[in-house]
């Protein structure tokens, strides 16, 4: 089984949950931006959390199915249509062969998933099937996708044949996998953050400005990183930093004051100062904001992190046992 890419998008690239193991090599991470979105997309179709999905950014992709395929799209709003008419996310649904499955331009979010029944049929390069464009490495030919490529689909494994079966039976469910407790996709964010390596070395103003202010998202943002416009933050006394590992959500501060929050496709170390680190627990929310989204950042303690991050697992485990009792699988 297989599918035509008839239009790329803007951006559209193969991401699972990454690659993971190698930052001492300086292999980027990479993965998907929105790890909650790609995770639940997998599991309504009977795939492993971890399995290489689509990830779709802002607009444009365009895809022919070449035989009747379980899909589910889940993360920002794209305004999907399949042969015209519109399809809701966070749920699974049947592509018909022949059938062309469009994705418009973000109305919601930024990113949307797509996950295959049998996942992606491409190599596995240490590890993952993550695309490090730097790189050339993983994902379909290590780059995004192209007019006229063409993405072949894995072996159906039982809980995708089952899932399969009773979509086709009973029709696309009513039901959708609420995603509100797990992302946010408005236009307007509070992000929480904790501090970073280097805070305690910025000056007072700023630390509050960080807090108090809002910062807007530029159009120069992009997988590597959100460059953010507001008020410029600085130090006590200027430092020299070795460089060091950062990690995704890590808030630089470069010498024009102004955040870059590094992203999935951050590099492995970085000499700027670090003021602070977004928490996992929203790192899909801060995934889906749009160039020129507001964002507002909350300052919380280490172990009021960690609970965040234990509670949206657990809301995780929750989907997923009231995933396979409902298509029961």
């Not at 979010?109 to 049998?118: F, K, P, S, V």
């Not at 899909?284 to 609970?307: C, D, M």
């Amino acid at each position: 089984m297989s599918v035509n890419v008839l239009n790329a998008g803007l951006l559209t690239t193969i991401q699972d949950i990454g690659r993971t193991g190698s930052q001492k090599f300086g292999v980027l991470v990479s993965g998907a931006m929105d790890s909650y979105s790609m995770r639940i997309a997998n599991l309504l179709v009977g795939n492993d959390e971890r399995e290489g999905v689509l990830e779709i950014t802002l607009f444009g992709t365009k895809l022919e199915f070449e035989e009747d395929t379980l899909i589910a799209i889940t993360g920002g709003d794209l305004q999907t249509t399949i042969d015209g008419i519109p399809v809701a996310n966070w749920r699974p649904l049947i592509v018909k062969k022949g059938s062309i499955l469009k994705f418009g331009f973000a109305i919601e979010g930024c990113r949307a998933y797509l996950a295959i029944a049998g996942g992606l049929d491409i190599p596995v390069v240490m590890e993952s099937k993550s695309t490090y464009m730097v790189a050339g490495i993983g994902g379909f030919k290590g780059r995004a996708l192209k007019q006229n490529d063409q993405l072949s689909f894995g072996q159906l494994t039982e809980s995708n044949k089952k899932v399969f079966a009773l979509i086709e039976q009973v029709g696309t469910p009513d039901w959708a996998v609420p995603h509100h407790p797990l992302i946010s996709l408005s236009s307007t964010q509070t992000i929480r953050i904790i501090e970073g390596t280097e805070y305690k070395h910025f000056d007072d103003a700023s630390k509050q400005l960080l807090v108090r202010e809002p910062y807007v998202v530029t159009p120069q943002s992009n997988r590597m990183g959100l460059r953010l416009e507001g008020q410029a933050l600085a130090l006590t006394e200027k430092l020299e930093l070795l460089s060091e590992g950062v990690t995704f959500g890590t808030i630089q501060i470069p010498p024009n004051g102004k955040p870059i929050i590094l992203m999935a496709d951050r590099q492995t170390a970085g000499g700027y100062p670090k003021i602070g680190q977004v928490i996992t627990a929203d790192l899909g929310s801060l995934s889906q904001v749009k160039p020129n989204a507001k964002l507002y950042f909350k300052l919380i303690t280490h172990a009021e992190a960690e609970r965040e991050l234990i509670a949206k697992e657990e809301l995780i485990n929750q989907i997923k046992i009231g995933v396979q009792h409902t298509l029961q699988y």
